[in-house]
């Protein structure tokens, strides 16, 4: 009698163990990964309910990449986030201590497990004969880009074009700063987001070109634009890498840390690369990287590091307030 | 319109070509009888088809002209479409942009954390928060001490803080509990470098004791362990602090004014010289991944100074009896600079004090320990013998809790209860078990010169248990029991610490907190 009930305590035990939990997981994004993580999140929950037998609902919120991490350093409860720049996730680390500082070395490729760059687009023809960075500060052209002081898309849109600059003239930062004073001033509407300057060059029809996210770009023709623009691929632009991190604080508060780890590292996953490819950000895995190397345009790329020494370098020397673009803007007006 | 105006004109011109072709083929052929009609023929025919083709060109010119205005129109248009469409979106997002700027118009909170008055950038801000304490100490088998079971006002503090110009902190503590009346606890203004570099001018908290630094509502008991007397309370001075690689080195290193144990500064100095109090703290396992050695901390502290002072003020604080001296967990004086023959004892010379110290919280647990050493040279004055000593007077405690509830515990910033209480809902708050050991220990070389030792202790043990309810993040209720019991003193006298020494202590503490 005994030995039966000690039984049935166990079998109890372990049913109560092995009973599927519901799990709430929610990925605070940037603005143009809308598409991404819907897919992305479908294929996740797939996987880990086959694999944990868990239930597990994935919730999204996007904006602008550092009205985002603000949101999170205030409360918002991000157990992962997927910005748009590192600078952003540091300064989770710092001001809200929500996550190591080294929160960069805990996933391969710097917690980036897709990359873009930075193109144009421009209307069908391509009417203004737009090839090149030094096209775009030509007179009469007419260039579409967000603020960098407050889209973090138009922050790497800004670096490609300094960096182009300053390879083109060995290092002169004066030149680069002029190149970018010239290309600004051919700026008619400063939006405040990335898919707000889409908007401005899609649908409102203003502008020549449109610098932007690749994969923003590519799906800008692809939804909205058949036949209406081209692409143009620069000679040289910019290494764009989106990090990832899970918000510790948050995560451990929540109990849902070992699955936001796992969400993440589902990104560096064949699968996962696929769903990225499939959105136009360019995979880090080689086998998936080689399958779809002809959607991508081949161009040469710097990274950040080259040209400014980092994120928080560029911050502090171009967009903080008095910032290398508030004086180009101050000239310009 | 163009198109027909064009066509009228070219009417225009045939119709007089042709009219002047008529006249002049009439005068020839009145000619024509005395000259060679064909010659005349072939020369008219001619002159038409030079004609024609003027008309022709005339024709071609203006069509020219016409496209040309025409493209120059259409850029025209194009041009004044892109700049309404750019004029309309622009507008558009000023619109947004007043929208976004309604939403960070300076925003007044009242809430849990007190009353703010915040710009939208928070490079501003104002709040104001609130503290109350009422006790209740009940004292058991005690020597028939008149007044000792009461129900004391410990704190009732308005907290003034803010920001101004984003690195500038001020804090502004004034105090209106029991007898002593309105005083300044806190008031100092601190700039902000970064979290590595800051620099803090005026009243606050000496950087030494461990306990000592824990915020006045965030204690685990009614009152600090017995370690706490022997370091500085608040002092007026200037110090550099803070924290690098992300909080795993705090550091701090100032000029005080210096004050005896146990004391605050009473906003002036009482002799010229300066103390130089120094801490520094590591967490090394602060920003790493490893979560069960995050909550660990240790570090030393220590300050130096030479009192040249004739009074007191270098001394213990008197709270508890009248003279200087230490006190128990019940507030109660236990050794007292009461030599015999009506001499007074001041401080004079060097005081220096050190402390290790170190905690670990981990989940809802937690653990803190110091130890602290409070060595000075006094000075007997007054009556005969006029000696002076060296007295090294030593403390430690341990102190460790755990949250029934589950919440996490930590050094700062209190428990915060995942369910409020709310009975409704079968909610109640959060619960915390606590408890204590501490032990004082006063140099043998105090007595009998410095100290009596038939009314003053050599030593104080005590051990406490507790029980804290935290109903949510602002109000709180306390109990715990303290036992103290002592070696010396307990001789006759009807005042501290005579009747104080003469039986063990045993306390029940209560306390209610509202805190915002």
């Known amino acids: ?333 | 319109m163009k198109q027909q105006k064009g066509g009228d004109m070219k009417k225009n011109w045939l119709f007089g070509a042709v009219a002047m072709l008529s006249a002049q083929l009439a005068v020839s052929t009145a000619r024509a009888q005395d000259t060679n009609t064909v010659e005349i023929l072939k020369r008219l025919q001619k002159r038409i088809e030079e004609l024609e083709r003027k008309v022709k060109d005339l024709e071609g010119g203006k069509q020219v002209e016409a496209q040309g205005a025409d493209a120059q129109a259409k850029q025209r248009i194009a041009d004044l479409d892109q700049k309404l469409k750019i004029l309309e979106r622009n507008r558009e997002l000023d619109v947004e942009a007043a929208e976004a700027k309604t939403k960070e118009a300076p925003q007044i909170t009242v809430g849990r954390d007190g009353f703010s008055l915040a710009s939208a950038d928070r490079n501003y801000v104002l709040q104001l928060k609130g503290v109350l304490q009422v006790d209740s100490r009940t004292f058991f088998n005690d020597s028939g001490i008149a007044g000792n079971d009461s129900i004391p006002l410990i704190l009732a503090r308005p907290v003034l803080q803010g920001t101004i110009s984003q690195d500038f902190n001020l804090l502004l503590l004034p105090d209106f509990r029991g007898t002593s009346g309105a005083q300044i606890f806190d008031a100092y203004l601190n700039y902000r470098y970064n979290s590595a570099l800051q620099l803090q001018a005026g009243k606050s908290k000496s950087p030494i004791g461990l306990e000592a630094l824990v915020m006045d509502v965030d204690t685990l008991f009614n009152e600090r362990a017995l370690p706490t007397a022997l370091v500085p309370g608040r002092d007026l001075g200037i110090q550099l602090h803070g924290d690098i690689f992300g909080g795993a080195i705090s550091y701090a290193a100032g000029v005080f004014n210096g004050v005896g144990d146990a004391r605050n500064s009473s906003n002036f100095d009482f002799e010229d010289n300066k103390a130089f109090e120094g801490r520094v703290f590591f967490q090394p396992f602060k920003q790493t991944s490893i979560e069960a050695l995050q909550g660990l901390g240790f570090g030393a502290a220590g300050n130096y100074e030479k009192m040249q002072g004739t009074n007191v003020s270098g001394l213990p604080a008197t709270t508890g009896g009248t003279l200087a001296g230490f006190t128990t967990d019940g507030q109660q004086q236990f050794f007292a600079y009461n030599p015999a023959s009506n001499a007074v004892v001041v401080a004079n010379g060097e005081h220096w004090r050190v402390s290790p110290q170190g905690y670990y919280f981990y989940g809802p647990f937690g653990l803190l320990a110091e130890y602290v050493i409070s060595d000075q040279r006094v000075r007997r004055t007054v009556t005969q013998p006029l000696a002076s000593a060296w007295l090294d007077n030593r403390a430690w405690e341990i102190t460790g809790s755990w949250i029934l509830t589950g919440e996490d515990a930590a050094y700062r910033g209190g428990v915060v209860p995942r369910h409020p209480f709310n009975p409704r809902q079968g909610d109640w708050g959060a619960l915390q078990l606590v408890g204590r050991y501490a032990k004082v220990d006063i140099d043998d070389a105090a007595f009998p010169l410095f100290s009596n030792p038939n009314t003053s202790a050599h030593s104080a043990e005590s051990w406490s248990v507790g029980l804290n309810w935290y109903l949510n993040r602002n109000v709180l209720f306390k109990t715990s029991f303290s036992h103290t019991d002592f070696s010396g003193g307990g001789g006759t006298g009807s005042s501290a610490p005579a009747v104080v020494t003469r039986k063990d202590e045993n306390v029940l503490f209560t306390r209610i907190q509202l805190a915002f």
């Open chain 1, 1 to 333: 009698m005994k030995t039966m009930l000690s039984g049935l305590i166990i079998i109890a035990i372990s049913l109560a163990g092995a009973e599927a939990k519901e799990i709430k997981l929610l990925n605070v994004s940037y603005d143009p990964t809308r598409e991404l993580y819907q897919d992305f999140n479908t294929a996740f929950a797939r996987y880990w309910e086959a694999k944990t037998g868990d239930k597990l609902t994935i919730q999204q919120s996007h904006g602008g990449s550092g009205k985002q991490a603000r949101s999170v350093i205030d409360g918002l409860q991000g157990d992962v986030v997927t910005l748009a720049l590192a600078y952003d996730i540091d300064a989770m680390a710092e001001k809200g201590n929500l996550l190591p500082r080294d929160w960069q070395k805990r996933l391969p490729n710097n917690s980036a497990p897709y990359t873009s760059t930075i193109l144009f687009l421009v209307r069908q023809g391509n009417p203004k004969g737009i090839k090149d960075w030094d096209d775009l500060v030509r007179p009469g052209v007419s260039v579409i880009t967000p603020n960098p002081k407050t889209s973090g898309g138009a922050r790497w849109n800004y670096l490609a074009a300094w960096g182009y600059a300053l390879k083109k003239h060995n290092g002169n930062e004066k030149k680069a700063r002029e190149f970018v004073a010239a290309l600004f001033k051919n700026v008619p509407v400063l939006d405040t987001g990335a898919r707000g300057a889409t908007t401005t060059f899609v649908q409102r029809d203003i502008g020549d070109a449109l610098i932007g996210w690749e994969n923003e770009a590519m799906l800008a023709m692809k939804e909205l634009g058949q036949g209406r623009f081209e692409l143009v691929v620069p000679s040289l632009s910019i290494l764009a890498e989106p990090p990832v991190a899970v918000v510790d604080k948050v995560a451990r508060r929540h109990g849902t840390e070992a699955v936001a780890k796992a969400y993440l590292e589902y990104l560096y996953k064949a699968e996962g690369q696929e769903i990225a490819a499939k959105h136009h950000y360019r995979p880090r895995l080689d086998a998936i990287a080689q399958k779809h190397a002809a959607e991508f345009p081949k161009l040469n790329l710097f990274t950040i590091d080259e040209i400014v020494g980092g994120w928080q370098k560029a911050q502090r020397t171009h967009f903080s307030d008095g910032g290398v673009f508030d004086q180009i803007q101050h000239t310009n007006r």
